[in-house]
């Protein structure tokens, strides 16, 4: 017979459900950072198991930059829906980077969530690296980097023990504005 842990390895790799996190703020002269928007959630995961419902609700932002260390939280609320009754969720992210030489930096964006109807929390503690490097004959700068979070063991709830999250993100220039 299979143990619950076969289960999961089963169940391991899938394509997520896709969020987007529409905010907008301004960074003050001393590195503050605030902002505010919507946060929503679209029911996309390759398996039907771990697709969530709708989601939509309010979502906030503070941080500091500073032109070695950058760190911060973003944190929404939300509602489900077509569910009924409604699901309350409050997720986000914190992070961290410190800026190290030569566009290396070290740091990490772990997400954690809160289920107001299960009071199941989810808090990883993360550790990585980032790197912007300069690709192809166009000279396109890109961030590539790797995370591994580790979340605290829970008795009552099936996840992840930790989870490795890879960034390859091109350098895109700001469209109204210098950078």
């Known amino acids: 017979s299979r143990g619950l842990g076969d289960v999961y390895k089963r169940q391991a790799v899938a394509f997520g459900n896709i969020s987007l996190d529409s905010i907008f703020g301004k960074t003050f002269s001393n590195g503050l950072m605030v902002l505010g928007g919507v946060s929503t959630v679209f029911p996309t995961s390759s398996k039907p198991e771990l697709r969530a419902d709708w989601a939509f609700g309010p979502e906030a932002m503070i941080g500091h930059a500073s032109r070695r260390l950058v760190f911060g939280v973003i944190v929404a609320y939300t509602w489900s829906f077509p569910?009924?009754?409604?699901?309350?969720?409050?997720?986000?992210?914190?992070?961290?980077?410190?800026?190290?030489?030569?566009?290396?930096?070290?740091?990490?964006?772990?997400?954690?969530?809160?289920?107001?109807?299960?009071?199941?929390?989810?808090?990883?503690?993360?550790?990585?690296?980032?790197?912007?490097?300069?690709?192809?004959?166009?000279?396109?700068?890109?961030?590539?980097?790797?995370?591994?979070?580790?979340?605290?063991?829970?008795?009552?709830?099936?996840?992840?023990?930790?989870?490795?999250?890879?960034?390859?993100?091109?350098?895109?220039?700001?469209?109204?504005?210098?950078?």
């Open 83 to 179: 569910a009924a009754p409604r699901k309350q969720t409050v997720a986000g992210q914190y992070f961290y980077w410190v800026n190290l030489d030569k566009g290396w930096q070290i740091g990490a964006g772990p997400t954690f969530s809160y289920s107001r109807e299960t009071k199941i929390t989810t808090f990883p503690i993360g550790l990585g690296f980032r790197k912007v490097a300069i690709l192809g004959k166009k000279k396109q700068p890109v961030q590539l980097g790797a995370e591994a979070w580790l979340y605290a063991a829970q008795a009552d709830a099936l996840g992840p023990i930790w989870t490795i999250r890879i960034t390859i993100a091109p350098v895109i220039p700001i469209p109204w504005g210098k950078m």
